[in-house]
């Protein structure tokens, strides 16, 4: 994977998601520079539908082959959203999937309780907030939380700006990105899209954050090394030889 490929590390999956139309749509990234994609299953509240979890899987395995038979130059990653504010059901689906999937993504909803043990949390890859509740959940002490335990910060495009006015999403934005370099918080930028109708080019994406004043260099790294940061450490996170952050087994050492 190279370091200047675009990964929209957020193009979102639901029961009625059809193959041949993600494949289309996976086809347009790639036109559009991206080098690689993860599909995000969702899952909500309070209740694990492992049968969702089932059906996305054999879902996304079905994409990569046609994908790959169609020559489509594009790395397909698996992402989990756990949308809850119950930090009990947080819990149980890190444990149980940690393991399964390149990135992990946390929507605390409107609990600041649960935003706090995501940020606290190193199996959370990515924390995305609600407009409503960003400003408001995204302070100091969050920002602090997420810089030491190296918690990414997502800003999802769609779900920001999509069919509202702009003054209230770069407003949120505009506060959100000076806590985030006074505290060494990373970002990732996606596109949250769940259609070829709600696709944005990398250009499109990195824009948004030039008009309020990030340097084009840092706005790339939103959508190239941090992403590729996440999925690497994800990598290894999954290995056999990891037992937790800071603990591996090293093979041939007794």
């Known amino acids: 994977m190279s370091n200047r490929g675009y990964i929209d590390l957020y193009i979102e999956f639901t029961s009625k998601s059809k193959q041949d139309q993600v494949v289309r749509l996976l086809q347009e990234l790639s036109s559009l520079g991206y080098t690689g994609a993860a599909i995000a299953c969702n899952i909500d509240g309070e209740f694990l539908d492992e049968k969702k979890i089932v059906e996305y899987f054999n879902f996304t395995t079905n994409l990569i082959r046609e994908v790959r038979s169609k020559n489509v130059d594009i790395e397909v990653y698996h992402r989990l959203n756990i949308i ?67 918690v990414f910060l997502e800003i999802p495009f769609n779900k920001l700006f999509r069919g509202r006015s702009l003054t209230l999403p770069f407003r949120v934005l505009r506060k959100t990105l000076q806590i985030a370099k006074k505290y060494n918080v990373h970002i990732v930028l996606s596109s949250a899209a769940h259609s070829i109708f709600d696709m944005i080019s990398p250009l499109q994406l990195m824009s948004t954050l030039t008009v309020l004043g990030i340097g084009l260099d840092d706005v790339k790294s939103y959508l190239t090394l941090n992403p590729k940061f996440i999925i690497e450490r994800s990598k290894h996170r999954m290995s056999r030889n990891h037992i937790i952050p800071g603990v591996d087994v090293i093979e041939g050492v007794h």
Do not use: H, W, Y
């Open 84 to 150: 809850s504010d119950n930090i009990k059901f947080i819990k149980k689906v890190l444990r149980k999937f940690r393991r399964s999937f390149n990135i992990i993504g946390v929507n605390p909803c409107n609990s600041l309780n649960a935003a706090r043990f995501a940020a606290r949390d190193r199996r959370v890859d990515v924390i995305f907030f609600n407009l409503k509740v960003f400003s408001k959940f995204f302070d100091e002490s969050q920002a602090k939380l997420m810089s030491s335990t190296g």
